[in-house]
């Protein structure tokens, strides 16, 4: 298993190597999706060559608060995630399900070609790993898989990135998403930097992964490599901007539907839907029907959709959830208690995403804190 | 000719700049097939041949503010079988109605030279005000693909797939990362209709609001994020006061801030 082994098939490569890598991925007819500076953010964008990665940019965040800076490095993955995840290119935001065209007698189904890209994503965090594994079995794991994110996700090649560098909202920590990846990958890259030299560990994380390695150049790694790797997942670690006591939160939520909180959140919740579009696992969507005006075509669109909108909840006469209040309520505690109903698990990573986005710095930790705080005793057993 | 008859389409203009009027004839290739489909009545920016009512729809532009309006509106919706307003005008009144919020004998005193010879009222108000519509398109002007859209939905009996949620959620889905966010700039996107495709923010500017507030907007604590952001009261007054000035979310935020 990846992660077991301590340095048993281990490599490091450099930066011509982490070039070659890119190289190797193209010519095996992958897309490369990885990090880009745009718009004052990192986003995740076609990338060819190494030179279009975030060479020497961190990100500095807070509550509703983003701001790149410079680092004094030249790290490629010296920043923590930014505003998009992985999800827009497995479940995309808008796309088109099928067209309808009107025939002599009746109609006929127009099926939209599977999608013709394969990629290979770039920087993958262990949180983020996790998130991808959530979407997995909301997607594929049931009785109806969608076949959609199943095309999109088979033959996806994924160079997990081992985090160094968390940012002011991260609690990968705390849901134990984060910060090592110990699978889920077909290879792993912990960025080395000291005076002098700039190398990548690289563990192997599939078959398909040892085949790519073979391809690039590459040397053993030693006790050495694996230490230093070891300590800056250490050092990640220990600084987590955030944190949340999980014990007993599926109960802590589920049991105070009524608390004075959810009102409280709700004066400042501004029910725009960010923290749903951002979050990594939120798989929310609804369908757009549209005709033409001759009548002749019609066609149906999926789209992002949110707990937070008034349609999302509309049933025959209405919306049943009418307040920014129970909207509030539903989806923070989807995502940290109702999930494990559901899903057998929480639906949050710790990515700290929805805090950082949220235009008004609402913050999911606090929010819990401040319900398990004012209740008189432990709810957890 | 064994061709059912077409519905009639009417296009009334009333207190408006006519945009939203010409988002219709920029329609351009979908306009020879909307020609097709509907025999236009009454368009009288596209052409002066009228066809008698009823229409089978009508779409109106522009808000009551003289009471010649305030009759003829009722004449267009006894002739009209269904009423959608399009434009901000329409629904909410428009920028015309910064007039409700000051002496209307103050502006035509300061405007024209012989003020005895203006009709107008003090208020300029949504159509929504005076008669029963069937739908308000929102947006200032509104969105060709939208108009599209609405009158594709009415002829096929169909409604129409038009979100009143946040501009955010058009912004997000576009991949655009958070000006408010990444760069400070102050955006009203979060309290605002979806509808435009978040242009600014695409442009790496903020929203100001020009489709209207969102179906349940929050603009007090959008407000108190935009202070600490750096702008002042008079700031906040001004920028919910502008084309959707009277639509009440937007009213009530300007009045919360001093000018």
């Known amino acids: 298993m990846p992660g077991q082994a301590p340095t048993a098939g281990e490599a490091i490569i450099d930066r011509e190597g982490l070039q070659a890598l890119l190289d190797a991925l193209s010519a095996r007819g992958f897309s490369v999706i990885?990090?880009?500076?745009?718009?004052?953010?990192?986003?995740?964008?076609?990338?060819?060559?190494?030179?279009?990665?975030?060479?020497?940019?961190?990100?500095?965040?807070?509550?509703?608060?983003?701001?790149?800076?410079?680092?004094?490095?030249?790290?490629?993955?010296?920043?923590?995630?930014?505003?998009?995840?992985?999800?827009?290119?497995?479940?995309?935001?808008?796309?088109?399900?099928?067209?309808?065209?009107?025939?002599?007698?009746?109609?006929?189904?127009?099926?939209?070609?599977?999608?013709?890209?394969?990629?290979?994503?770039?920087?993958?965090?262990a949180c983020?790993?996790?998130?991808?594994?959530?979407?997995?079995?909301?997607?594929?794991?049931?009785?109806?898989?969608?076949?959609?994110?199943?095309?999109?996700?088979?033959?996806?090649?994924?160079?997990?990135?081992?985090?160094?560098?968390?940012?002011?909202?991260?609690?990968?920590?705390?849901?134990?998403?984060?910060?090592k990846a110990a699978s889920g990958f077909d290879l792993a890259l912990t960025e080395l930097l000291s005076p002098g030299s700039h190398r990548f560990l690289v563990e192997v994380g599939s078959p398909a992964g040892e085949e790519i390695l073979g391809a690039i150049p590459h040397r053993p790694a030693g006790a050495a490599d694996r230490r230093e790797a070891d300590a800056l997942l250490a050092s990640t670690a220990s600084r987590m901007g955030r944190s949340l006591d999980t014990r007993g939160i599926r109960e802590l939520l589920q049991d105070h539907p009524e608390h004075p909180r959810w009102q409280e959140v709700a004066a400042r919740c501004l029910a725009c839907a960010n923290c749903t579009m951002v979050c990594p696992t939120c798989f929310c969507s609804t369908v757009e029907d549209?005709?033409?005006?001759?009548?002749?075509?019609?066609?149906?669109?999926?789209?992002?959709?949110?707990?937070?909108?008034?349609?999302?909840?509309?049933?025959?006469?209405?919306?049943?959830?009418?307040?920014?209040?129970?909207?509030?309520?539903?989806?923070?505690?989807?995502?940290?208690?109702?999930?494990?109903?559901?899903?057998?698990?929480?639906?949050?990573?710790?990515?700290?995403?929805?805090?950082?986005?949220?235009?008004?710095?609402?913050?999911?930790?606090?929010?819990?804190?401040?319900?398990?705080?004012?209740?008189?005793?432990?709810?957890?057993? | 000719m064994s061709n059912p008859p077409r519905p009639r389409l009417a296009v009334w203009k009333f207190a408006s700049c006519?945009?939203?009027?010409?988002?219709?004839?920029?329609?351009?290739?979908?306009?020879?097939?909307?020609?097709?489909?509907?025999?236009?009545?009454?368009?009288?920016?596209?052409?002066?041949?009228?066809?008698?009512?009823?229409?089978?729809?009508?779409?109106?532009?522009?808000?009551?503010?003289?009471?010649?309006?305030?009759?003829?509106i009722q004449e267009v919706r006894r002739?009209?079988?269904?009423?959608?307003?399009?434009?901000?005008?329409?629904?909410?009144?428009?920028?015309?109605?910064?007039?409700?919020?000051?002496?209307?004998?103050?502006?035509?005193?300061?405007?024209?030279?012989?003020?005895?010879y203006i009709r107008t009222l003090d208020r300029s108000t949504p159509i929504a005000a005076h008669v029963p519509v069937d739908f308000e398109l929102q947006g200032c002007p509104i969105h060709r693909f939208q108009l599209l859209e609405v009158i594709s939905a009415f002829l096929s009996g169909r409604s129409p797939a038009i979100p009143h949620y946040s501009v955010c959620l058009e912004c997000k889905r576009a991949g655009h990362p958070c000006v408010l966010v990444a760069r400070g700039t102050p955006c009203l996107g979060p309290v605002t209709h979806a509808g435009c495709g978040a242009i600014c923010p695409g442009y790496a500017r903020g929203c100001y609001g020009c489709y209207g507030p969102m179906e349940s907007p929050n603009p007090p604590s959008l407000s108190l994020r935009w202070r600490a952001l750096g702008a002042s009261e008079r700031d906040l007054h001004r920028v919910f006061r502008t084309f959707n000035a009277a639509a009440a979310p937007f009213r009530r935020e300007s009045e919360a801030h001093a000018d």
């Not at chain 1, 190494?50 to 800076?69: F, I, K, M, N, S």
């Not at chain 1, 985090?163 to 909202?169: A, L």
């Open chain 2, 79 to 116: 002739a009209s079988k269904k009423l959608v307003t399009i434009g901000a005008c329409a629904t909410a009144g428009g920028i015309q109605a910064l007039r409700n919020f000051a002496r209307i004998g103050d502006f035509l005193s300061a405007v024209y030279a012989s003020p005895g």
């Open chain 1, 34 to 125: 990885g990090p880009r500076v745009r718009d004052e953010a990192i986003v995740y964008e076609a990338v060819r060559e190494v030179a279009d990665l975030p060479e020497g940019w961190t990100d500095r965040q807070d509550g509703g608060h983003y701001r790149l800076e410079r680092r004094k490095d030249r790290a490629l993955f010296g920043y923590a995630v930014g505003p998009h995840s992985w999800k827009r290119f497995l479940f995309p935001p808008q796309q088109r399900l099928w067209r309808a065209q009107r025939t002599g007698a009746g109609f006929a189904i127009l099926e939209e070609a599977p999608p013709l890209d394969r990629w290979a994503f770039l920087g993958v965090r």
């Open chain 2, 18 to 72: 006519d945009g939203c009027q010409l988002s219709l004839l920029d329609c351009e290739e979908e306009l020879l097939a909307l020609a097709e489909k509907v025999e236009i009545g009454y368009f009288l920016e596209a052409s002066r041949k009228t066809l008698p009512g009823p229409y089978d729809l009508s779409l109106v532009e522009g808000s009551i503010t003289t009471p010649e309006d305030a009759e003829r």
């Open chain 1, 128 to 179: 983020e790993l996790r998130a991808l594994a959530i979407q997995d079995r909301v997607f594929l794991g049931g009785s109806h898989p969608d076949r959609s994110y199943a095309e999109r996700r088979r033959g996806l090649f994924i160079v997990a990135l081992q985090c160094g560098e968390p940012s002011g909202t991260c609690f990968c920590v705390s849901m134990e998403a984060g910060p």
């Open chain 1, 290 to 381: 549209h005709t033409t005006l001759t009548g002749e075509g019609a066609e149906r669109t999926r789209l992002w959709d949110s707990c937070f909108t008034l349609d999302f909840s509309y049933l025959h006469g209405g919306s049943v959830r009418k307040e920014i209040r129970s909207r509030y309520r539903q989806w923070m505690t989807h995502k940290l208690s109702t999930w494990f109903d559901q899903f057998g698990s929480s639906g949050c990573v710790g990515c700290g995403r929805c805090i950082t986005w949220c235009p008004v710095g609402i913050d999911l930790t606090e929010e819990a804190r401040a319900i398990r705080a004012s209740l008189p005793e432990p709810t957890h057993a």
